[in-house]
């Protein structure tokens, strides 16, 4: 089983950075790929970034592609994900997920509750 937690949302001025953490417990962790996703007020949930479990492959949207970095330390069982240049279009709540690191959600097994972000213009 494995439990992950966000945490680093919050608000933000347009052109602004947040860096998002995700803890992961459980001793499986290092072996899951990781990915981000968010979802908007009446948007369905979108993907965002993903990472293999080794961190050495990394593919992102299109919306984030330039201006968002996924990394992870798996000695620390931590995923992150550095936003730049923030614009309001990517207000929403931010989750991470552990599981098959792919585009789709149906991908993911495990799934933190998420943490919002907030990019005022």
């Known amino acids: 089983q494995v439990q992950l937690v966000e945490s680093g949302g919050g608000l933000v001025q347009a052109g602004g950075s947040l860096n998002l953490s995700c803890a992961a417990s459980?001793?499986?962790?290092?072996?899951?790929?990781a990915g981000w996703f968010r979802q908007a007020p009446g948007k369905e949930r979108e993907f965002v970034a993903a990472?293999?479990?080794?961190?050495?492959?990394?593919f992102y949207a299109d919306s984030a592609n330039g201006r968002f970095t996924i990394s992870r330390d798996n000695a620390k069982n931590t995923v992150y994900l550095q936003m730049n240049s923030l614009k309001p279009e990517d207000t929403a709540v931010y989750y991470c997920?552990?599981?098959?690191?792919?585009?789709?959600?149906?991908?993911?097994?495990?799934w933190g509750q998420g943490t919002q972000v907030t990019v005022s213009s």
């Open positions: 459980g001793r499986t962790f290092g072996s899951l790929g």
């Open positions: 997920a552990a599981g098959v690191a792919t585009m789709t959600p149906r991908g993911y097994k495990y």
């Open positions: 990472t293999s479990w080794s961190g050495d492959s990394t």
